[in-house]
């Protein structure tokens, strides 16, 4: 079944630091460049980052620059994101999501994992 | 990277018609033919619904539609039905190689 399964997600203090992962299935996942977009409980969609398929480009929002790392291991089907330095204003559901082919939109997404930064 | 701006709510009655605009700039949806559009429901992921401005991927209903003039696209719904009720947010690709959402509009079909 094609699909994105995302975990890692809980509760954490400010100024911890978190890794989240994206397991992917059904499909050449080596053949993708993967975002991730988050959404803050009540709020509206950000887009968070985008990795290129190889993980040779990536490019940041600048609201998780120089905190998020996005990389890859291509050879697990894996997507991850390390954050570091959280804050409140990172608590959200983080969303792992497939970069369409042939079109410039976000094609297949994952059910979620929530994050909550909390002392 | 300003989110871009939609309207918070709409409404419409079954079988009616409602255009839900998405403004930007020209750095972002004057910029490029790169709109995107999702539909979620709550508690759920959201759904590609428009892609390219006017796409439909496969699946999809024809009752979906989306254009464009100058930073304004717009998402049209024809023949509304009680399942389309929901929360859809517009996206584009910008000149910073990175992408930004619209606030998200909540449509009532009453």
């Known amino acids: 079944q094609v699909q994105l399964v995302e975990s890692g997600g809980g509760v954490v203090q400010p100024g911890r630091s978190l890794r989240l992962s994206c397991a992917a299935f059904g499909f050449t996942f080596s053949s993708y460049a993967m975002h991730w977009v988050r959404q803050a409980p009540g709020k509206g969609l950000e887009w968070v980052t985008i990795?290129?398929?190889?993980?040779?480009?990536?490019y940041y929002a600048d609201s998780v620059m120089g905190r998020f790392t996005m990389s890859r291991d291509n050879s697990k089907n894996t997507l991850y994101l390390h954050m570091n330095s959280l804050t409140a204003e990172d608590t959200a559901v983080y969303y792992c999501?497939?970069?369409?082919?042939?079109?410039?939109?976000?094609?297949?997404w994952g059910q979620g994992t929530m994050v909550t930064v909390s002392s | 990277q300003s989110a871009l701006t939609q309207p918070a709510s709409v409404s419409g009655s079954p079988g009616q018609s409602i255009t839900i605009s998405c403004t930007g700039t020209?750095?972002?949806?004057?910029?490029?033919?790169?709109v995107s559009w999702y539909q979620q429901y709550p508690g759920k992921a959201p759904k590609l619904m428009i892609y390219d401005v006017s796409k439909r991927p496969s699946g999809v209903s024809n009752r979906f539609s989306g254009s464009k003039s100058d930073n304004t696209a717009s998402l049209t719904i024809s023949g509304l039905q009680a399942e389309d009720e929901a929360d859809y947010y517009c996206?584009?690709?910008?000149?910073?190689?990175?992408?930004?959402f619209g606030g998200g509009t909540k449509l009532t079909v009453v």
């Open positions: 990795l290129s398929y190889d993980g040779s480009n990536k």
């Open positions: 999501a497939r970069d369409m082919r042939g079109g410039n939109a976000f094609d297949m």
């Open positions: 996206c584009s690709y910008t000149r910073s190689s990175t992408w930004v």
């Open positions: 020209s750095s972002d949806v004057g910029g490029y033919n790169y």
